[in-house]
């Protein structure tokens, strides 16, 4: 897509929010498929901009991971005092909601005001989700530090997750640990998740990272381990760089690398998962990949044909 033709993107986007108030800007709501997008893959988008362009390409829900630039979710004016409301109203009349909070807290960490700054955060995302109706915020496991036994770290680990567990409960927030960092394989999310043995700390499934960073090649023995804690997924494509480390691969658009995404939907479909197919591209991260005005309605089409060939129907 040029670059003019990303600028008439966004501009038509943004002249069909700015045209009415949100009471006047709801529709008939039509049937979609369980497809929902992170921000982290338009990092540059304004929050009305978000929010038109899932409504315009199908989707359902939004995974918020930064707006417009500022990655500390309760500080983006949206999301903030009176203005709340608003945005719950523009969410109610375009028929979408948001499907989880991605906070960067990290459980690993040793050092004591480390951890409490860790901790703040997840707290203040949790806030958040309640203030807004979320269900969902997502915290990582992150790290294995070089040096250190990997029991040590693990309970640690669990000791986080479920103090922040224990602060979402009477918010009725459900905290997520994602497959991701050092805590991709299912054997050690499996652990993590049993040894915390809470109802409101689930499992945010990376497939893809399950796939490359913990080489498991199989979506139906990985989903067998971990998938009844299953409750969002990310989903993505990619292909390998020169020097074959998970850490190059470059991502590509859905169908044109070697992940098996269909193959992964089909599983989890099969399995009765009831949660999201969330598409994370991470144009944050790695500003080379393909523009979100190309990725997104790339995915959503291409998500209705796995989704369809696995039974799952629009709702």
Known sequence: MSNLSRRSFISTLGAGLAAAPAILRARAKSARFPIAFSTLGCPNWSWKTILEGADKMGYVALELRGI?????????????????????????????????????????????????????????????????????????????????????????????????????????????????????????????????????????????????????????????????????????DSKPGASGKPEDRRYVLLGTGEVPVKEQVKVMAAAGYKGLYCFEWEKKWHPEIEEPEVAFPDYAKKMAEYLTAAGVQKS
Not at 76 to 99: C, H, N, W
Not at 140 to 145: S, V
């Open 68 to 236: 417009a630039g500022e990655m500390d979710l309760p500080k983006v004016p949206e999301f903030m005092g009176t203005r709340l409301a608003e945005t719950k109203k523009d969410l109610a009349a375009l028929g979408i909601y948001v499907s989880d909070l991605g906070a960067s807290s990290r459980m690993h960490e040793k050092d004591p005001k480390v951890r409490e700054a860790q901790f703040e955060e997840g707290r203040r995302f949790i806030d958040l989700a309640q203030a807004m109706g979320v269900k969902y915020v997502r915290m990582f496991g992150d790290k294995i530090p070089e040096g250190e036994p990997k029991d040590e770290v693990m309970k640690r680990v669990v000791e986080g997750f479920r103090k922040m567990a224990d602060y979402g409960k009477p918010a009725g927030v459900t905290v997520l640990i994602e497959s991701h960092g050092d805590f991709t394989k299912s054997a050690d999310i499996e652990h993590i998740l049993t040894a915390v043995n809470v109802p409101n700390f689930q499992l945010l499934w990376d497939a893809h990272h399950s796939y490359v960073a913990g080489g498991e090649k199989q979506p139906a023995e990985t989903f067998a381990k971990i998938g009844k804690w299953a409750r969002h997924t990310h989903l993505k």
